[in-house]
């Protein structure tokens, strides 16, 4: 599984993305064929590594960045990038914090990024590239239409695989009205899920790098997303065993910090649920609470559901309550009741349908 990016990471990306004053700076100190080193952050902790150079305070503009660059010294800006701080200045880090880099303005921007919170970037000269750090993270600016091709790349993948989601979603809202869930069925919904969404994490990451270039990406990511991430939580919600160490945010974490590998053996998502009083059969039957068919009708707020879940126990006893027995529930009342009644009977006819059509 590709490394997570933190979110200092990310922050830092969107502050040089396209369409902001830094990025038109850095983009100007590239064309000019110079390099330079950044620093995104003008508080105590940085100015306690800071030598030399001169204060400037003034107004950030990418005129002004790029003509700073022509000297040798670090150029410190405020935290928001607003204005400029100081240039020329010579940074001295810790010389004992690890770096993998070898020359010498990448290993100041590394230890720096390391030693303090706060985004550094390092231009190139000779390699012409722009690389951001941010605490232990590195990454490498890339050209506009390289990321665009890239997202759009992933849009399609993400596109098949939500596809193949809804199969699986929709063949498990049938086993479940039928009474007849495996582990299987769970586990497979939920490898799906998760694959999902861990291409979404990595559009969302060119999305951040796109700027105003990514707004294209950014609305079908959306359109395609629809509903993923909380049909993830119900699932889980309606099978994973809670005990007094092991609750919903548990169960999700463990499932998003499976490996690529771990994820798609289905023993380990297993685990993830926490059913540790059940053997690890595939075959072996489950029954769903009911929290997540019961979300898909309309108008019935959480602390409902969780009411109705709480008096009946499962789905299927869910599904055989009377109205009278829905309306004893405490926040239901008559209406809702008939409401939940008549929800419940049309996704049970749809399922049907769907699977045997």
């Not at 933190?6 to 990306?13: D, G, K, V």
């Not at 990451?205 to 990514?214: A, P, Q, T």
Request: proline residues 4%.
């Amino acid at each position: 599984m590709a490394p997570r990016r933190s979110p200092e990471l990310l922050a830092a990306l969107s502050v040089v993305a396209p369409g902001t004053p830094l990025r038109a700076g850095l983009d100007r100190i590239l064309q000019a064929k110079m390099g330079g080193l950044v620093v995104v952050g003008d508080g105590p902790e940085v100015l306690n590594i800071c030598s030399g150079g001169f204060l400037l305070d003034a107004a950030f503009s990418p005129q002004r960045l790029s003509e700073l660059a022509k000297m040798d010294g670090a150029i410190i800006l405020a935290s928001d990038a607003s204005r400029i701080a100081r240039a020329n200045v010579h940074l001295v880090p810790n010389p004992n914090v690890p770096t993998s880099e070898t020359g010498t303005r990448h290993r100041t921007a590394e230890r720096v990024a390391r030693s303090i919170d706060v985004p550094v970037i390092s231009i190139s000269e000779d390699m012409a590239i722009v690389a951001v750090y941010a605490r232990d993270q590195k990454h490498t600016l890339e050209p506009i239409p390289r990321l665009l091709t890239r997202a759009n790349q992933a849009l399609q993948t993400l596109e098949r695989y939500k596809v193949r989601l809804d199969e699986v979603t929709a063949s498990l809202s049938t086993v479940e009205v039928e009474d007849l869930v495996t582990v299987r069925d769970v586990v497979t919904v939920l490898q799906r899920t998760e694959m999902v969404r861990r291409v979404a994490e990595e559009i969302e990451l060119d999305i951040v790098e796109l700027g105003v270039d990514g707004r294209l990406v950014s609305l079908q990511l959306d359109e395609l997303l629809g509903g993923v991430e909380e049909d993830r939580r119900l699932v889980i919600k309606d099978y994973f065993h809670e005990d007094a160490g092991w609750h919903l945010d548990e169960a999700l974490e463990a499932l998003a910090d499976l490996g690529t590998e771990d994820l798609l053996d289905a023993k380990a998502v297993v685990a993830a649920l926490n059913l540790r009083d059940r053997t690890l059969d595939l075959d072996e039957a489950m029954a769903p609470r009911g929290y997540r068919l019961l979300a898909r009708i309309p108008r019935l707020p959480e602390p409902v559901i969780e009411a109705i879940v709480a008096r009946f126990g499962n789905l299927q006893k869910i599904m055989r309550a009377t109205i009278d027995d829905l309306d004893d529930v405490a926040g239901v009342g008559e209406t809702r009741a008939r409401a939940i009644k008549e929800g419940l009977s049309r996704l049970a006819e749809t399922s049907i349908l769907d699977r045997y059509a």
